[in-house]
């Protein structure tokens, strides 16, 4: 690390202020900025029996914050999305501790964004060192930074492994001006299929209100976070997202936060809950009556023709789910890197990632064959 610059390891982000900490990024990802980060650790979403403890990584010059890693000591690989079971299956076999380790990245967030978050490569340079000497002096057992982009990959040296998986993503392309257009790039059945799907939903009287966060009444808060609510327990999952946190990002983040509620008769019954980006849309959250059609017209459709109106190149509606390809979601790859302490072991899952990027590569040509979109030039 150069001589100059001091870490500083923070417990929260109480102690920085919100302006010095967004000065190290360009605003166009809402889930590195304070108010994300911060509100998640005043309102409660941040339980250490969910083993997030935040642990950031910050590095200054004097009094100035010149580079940070969103970081968490994590006592399990809860709400991370890059899956590690079978790293911490090993060592545990072998005798040894996987946990704590420590973790670069955005709680219960498959969303990839800056993970380095400084104005220069040699600061990013200089954090990732810092990563490495924190992991190393507390004796932990790795470092992880999931979901970074692209642009930060050759950052990495060879000590670092890299995995790599595919989410589904909606793409723009300089054709499409609405929805319509979007459906005329698709062959016949995957758009008889959407409009068949749409058409259950509004035949079923159900019409939708987009709200941004200063829009949204108290009451429509209310509602979505209960119908999040009602997601996690349909599934047996404890949610980690509290009603204080989602009214702190109407009122810090009030332009990018989106809600989609589906309404009949004028009461809210479903709804999605979405984050606005530079030019992305995030879909992260989604709950309501098991209508048919309802799930994707809530999730995708209506992200869709928002991204449309809005001008946004790109909406990424979360993680997983193969059902997302026949409704215009491409198979797109996404980038962590990982740092193990102990030598063998690192060089034992050197060759894991090699072979898991191989089976990712193969899968993802295999989705790729599937697309929903007719060939390039073909007008039927």
């Not at 449309?308 to 026949?326: N, S, T, V």
């Amino acid at each position: 690390m150069t001589s100059c610059l001091n870490l500083r390891v923070l417990a929260d982000l109480a102690g920085i202020r919100p302006a010095q900490w967004d000065a190290l990024h360009d605003g166009r990802n809402p889930f590195v900025s304070h108010a994300f980060l911060a509100g998640l650790e005043q309102h409660g979403c941040l339980r250490p029996d969910w083993g997030w403890q935040p642990q950031h990584l910050t590095l200054w010059r004097g009094d100035t914050l010149v580079a940070a890693a969103p970081g968490y000591l994590k006592y399990n690989s809860h709400g991370e999305f890059v899956f590690d079971h079978a790293w911490a299956n090993a060592y545990a076999r072998s005798g040894m501790d996987y946990f704590p380790k420590w973790l670069g990245g955005v709680p219960y967030s498959p969303v990839t964004g800056p993970r380095l978050l400084a104005h220069s490569d040699e600061d990013r340079l200089a954090l990732l060192h810092a990563v490495v000497e924190h992991v190393t002096a507390r004796q932990l057992s790795s470092a992880h930074i999931n979901f970074h982009t692209a642009a930060e990959t050759p950052l990495f040296d060879e000590d670092w492994l890299a995995r790599r998986d595919v989410q589904f993503q909606w793409q723009r392309q300089a054709s499409w001006h609405g929805f319509d257009d979007f459906l005329a790039a698709m062959d016949h059945k995957r758009r008889k299929n959407i409009r068949q799907e749409r058409a259950k939903v509004f035949r079923a009287g159900i019409r939708f209100a987009v709200r941004h966060g200063d829009e949204a009444s108290d009451d429509e808060l209310r509602a979505m976070h209960g119908f999040y609510l009602q997601t996690f327990a349909e599934y047996g999952n404890a949610p980690a997202l509290t009603l204080p946190f989602l009214r702190h990002l109407a009122a810090q983040l009030p332009r990018q936060l989106v809600l989609f509620l589906a309404m009949q008769n004028d009461v809210p019954i479903a709804g999605a809950l979405c984050l606005r980006g530079g030019d992305t849309l995030y879909g992260r959250y989604w709950g309501g009556a098991p209508l048919p059609g309802l799930h994707f017209e809530a999730c995708y459709y209506q992200g869709i023709e928002y991204c449309l109106r809005e001008g946004l190149q790109r909406f990424e509606p979360g993680a997983q789910g193969e059902h997302k390809l026949a409704r215009g979601f491409l198979p797109t790859p996404v980038h962590s890197h990982h740092w193990v302490a102990h030598p063998q072991f690192r060089q034992a899952l050197r060759d894991w990632c090699a072979r898991e990027s191989d089976d990712v590569a193969r899968y993802g040509t295999a989705l790729r064959h599937h697309s929903p979109f007719k060939p390039t030039g073909d007008t039927g």
